[in-house]
């Protein structure tokens, strides 16, 4: 009989929850933006999810088993969640060919370079995003109006996102006020009856994907929290100081990949810190982030960049910011 003692690196946890059943979960959390993008995009959203689910799987097949000969683990869901997330990222009129890219840059560079599930620092479908966004500007910058059904695929009618509408107003010297007579209603973005990608047009369905995924305790309140959270702060402190320049808070928070970003992103288990503190920190530091990038930056939106900036520092929160040691003094005084 051996007396040898396996030790495995923390942390040591046991649960009856499997990878599997987590990425099960997320999916289903998903479901009611999905049906909204569909509803709103008509065919493009469902070529546009198909194209990036199948793509993102086939690759990390085909990578594991031919490339790094190691066992296939497609049947765990991280592959179809990344496909799903990206496609969420993405106008529901971009050409096959470019989601086909985007796919390969997630799953072989952002995901499988590093050793697959578990080891990648950067969310996989945001980097996939942000080359897209480097390699094709135009294309990934052109928004169907939400027509349903009779949305065409390629020839669909585009115009700018409520985002881009006011930072190019304000550029020109346009007033808050006149621009925002050009934006949809409060409604309407909550609704999600606006341009922009799959994913970010509907605030409603993303908050019922929040609600699920807080109840199965898939992921907790902290980064949601604090990424919305500090977000109204920011904005409501300089739309205070100056409202002919700055959209109020309910507009940043409606907008945007804001909600998909602070729910859906920013809670991946593998990017994100693993105690409650350094998520709050976190959390904060994607919000404060956003915020700039689309007061002061080039972008209208900065929640993809934000979230992978903070994806840089989580190593060093894991570190640094750790709860109390079991069994450790507390000095008073």
């Known amino acids: ?21 987590l990425m099960i979960g997320v999916v289903i959390a998903l ?18 999810t198909a194209t990036s689910v199948i793509s993102c799987m086939l690759f990390e097949f085909l ?19 990344t496909g799903l997330l990206l496609a969420f990222n993405l106008p529901s009129n971009i050409p096959v060919y470019m989601i086909v890219l985007g796919s390969l840059v997630a799953i072989g560079i952002a995901k499988m370079t590093f050793g697959g599930l578990g080891n990648n620092p950067f969310n996989p479908a945001l980097v996939g ?24 695929y390629i020839d669909a009618t585009t115009g700018a996102t409520p985002l881009a509408i006011i930072k190019e107003g304000i550029k020109n010297g346009e007033s808050l006020g006149q621009l925002m007579e050009k934006v ?3 409604l309407n973005m909550f609704l999600g009856n606006m341009g922009g ?10 908050l019922i994907g929040l609600v699920y995924m807080l109840y199965k305790k898939i992921i907790t309140w902290h980064i949601p929290t604090a990424v919305v959270g500090s977000v109204a702060i920011f904005t409501t402190i300089l739309w205070l100081i100056n409202p002919e320049k ?21 809670t991946d288990y593998v990017t994100s810190p693993m105690n409650p503190k350094a998520m709050i920190v976190y959390g904060i530091g994607i919000g404060v982030l956003t915020v700039i990038i ?40």
């Open 1 to 21: 009989m051996s007396n040898l003692l396996n030790i495995s690196p923390s942390p040591h946890a046991k649960s009856k929850e499997s990878t599997k059943k």
């Open 31 to 48: 479901i009611p933006a999905l049906l909204t993008s569909v509803y709103y995009f008509g065919t493009g959203a469902i070529i546009v």
């Open 63 to 81: 990578i594991q088993k031919y490339i790094l000969n190691k066992p296939v683990s497609i049947t765990d869901g991280s592959a179809l969640v």
């Open 129 to 152: 995003r942000v080359f897209m966004l480097i390699s094709f500007p135009v294309q990934m910058t052109s928004w169907p109006k939400p027509m349903g059904f009779s949305t065409g």
């Open 184 to 186: 949809p209603t409060s």
């Open 197 to 206: 990608s799959m994913g970010e047009v509907a605030a409603v369905a993303l």
């Open 246 to 266: 700055n959209a109020d808070p309910m507009f940043h928070l409606l907008t945007g990949g804001l909600l998909l970003g602070a729910i859906f992103m920013a």
């Open 294 to 333: 689309r007061v002061y930056g080039a972008y209208p939106e900065g929640v993809s960049f934000a979230i992978l900036i903070m994806n840089a520092f989580v190593p060093l929160m894991n570190t640094y910011i750790k709860p109390k040691r079991f069994g450790e003094e507390v000095k008073n005084g």
